[in-house]
């Protein structure tokens, strides 16, 4: 049930990311009076549709994508008619091939709109400044000698007032060395701190905020649950350790190595004193390591309210902004050889967080949407041949050189592309395929 849910799922977000995306185009092309011949969402076999004036409106078999067929679009043919692509100004067919990516920019943009004008949420601390409250044993902020209590103020130079501001530098920053501003006791540092990557493969300091342990479902059999633990528990302090952080727990759960500890727990107003000894667990997806068994999670305070429309616009850009600027320093990642390839998601990694998203909620399933729609706008516009992008690139050489590249040349450069996305597309199903069958 869960694959059929993800699939209709991801059927359903990708024909409105591929129905607004060709409709940029298809409104760009009449705008300039080019003739479309077909306005098509999917690949294949015509399933259904109608026939306006001109312009065959359908649905095809293969829900892969779409694409709107201007007449005149073939390069070795000359244009017969004023009407068709290859007899507009290049300008004219630059802003063609812009409208799609730019209707899915503005797609994400109204979606979060009216998310946040009916349902607005974010973790408080995300909006405060970024305090240190834990550093990891072994990782790079504290071989750095980021100490807690420090303030980070700034990372390679450019200001970071906030924790989300710091978390969004950090998540691209994998396997660098970035300059790292605190604020430690009336003065500014700058310290150099070498990232490495965390499990996910994304940029990983080894900071967090400082918060509150909530404690969630325990495992059956293991010592956290014959200890009598609650899910909702506050879990205070280890053997007098006061613990300010998930990430500190597993750290210090590991140092008992199986001795018994004292786990300071608050449950509404009561504070209890549990007596429990972690016990070596074995797990294909986590790991082998001591464990109490129980859920872990961070006890934030979160917002929760509804924008003004002015607001709801300003909150939706500066969301969409920091998502685009993140997006292209994972590519930049990504061919500095420092980002894994492994963290693309193909088809199946689209759909599986699809179906996560929609069954979590209407909102989930919003942002989602708004994501990959941006993710589809910046797709597009890379500079790689029979995509937009790579459309554009073609027709603004031909413009400083004022001709149009030779027939071979273009036609060398779109095999050239094609093939890279076929090789892209077969990558990314090997990798989907490889993250389903891992164990977790």
Known sequence: ????????????????????????????????????????????????????????????????????????????????????????????????????????????????????????????????????????????????????????????????PTWESVKLNEIAAVHSTIRVTVEREGRRLDIPVALGADERGIGDAGWAEESQVRLGNTMPGLPAEKAGIQPGDLLLAINGQQIGSVRQVPQEIQKLEGAEAEFEIERGTERLMLRIAPVFHESDSAGNAWRIGVDLEPSHEIIKTRLGFADATRQAISYSVNNVTLTFKVLRGLIEQRVSAKALEGPIGIARISGDAAKSGIPQLVTVMALISLQLGIFNLLPIPILDGGVITMLLIESLIRRDLSLAVKERVVQAGFLFLILLFAFVMYNDIVKSLAPG
């Open 1 to 160: 049930m869960g694959l059929i849910w993800n699939i209709v799922a991801f059927v359903f977000v990708l024909g409105v990311m591929v129905l607004v995306h060709e409709m940029g185009h298809f409104l760009a092309a009449r705008y300039f009076d080019v003739k479309v011949d077909a306005f098509a969402i999917g690949f294949g076999p015509r399933l259904f549709g109608f026939r306006g004036k001109e312009t065959d409106y359908k649905i095809c078999l293969l829900p892969i994508g779409g694409f709107v067929k201007m007449a005149g679009e073939n390069p070795a043919e000359p244009p017969e008619s004023p009407r068709d692509f290859m007899a507009k100004p290049r300008w004219q067919r630059i802003i063609i091939a812009l409208g799609g990516p730019v209707f899915n920019f503005i797609l994400a943009i109204v979606l979060l709109v009216g998310l946040f004008m009916v349902h607005y949420e974010k973790m408080a601390f995300l909006d405060e400044p970024a305090r240190i409250g834990f550093i990891e044993e072994g990782s790079a902020a504290e071989k750095a000698g980021i100490q807690r209590g420090d303030v980070v103020v700034a990372i390679d130079a450019q200001p970071t």
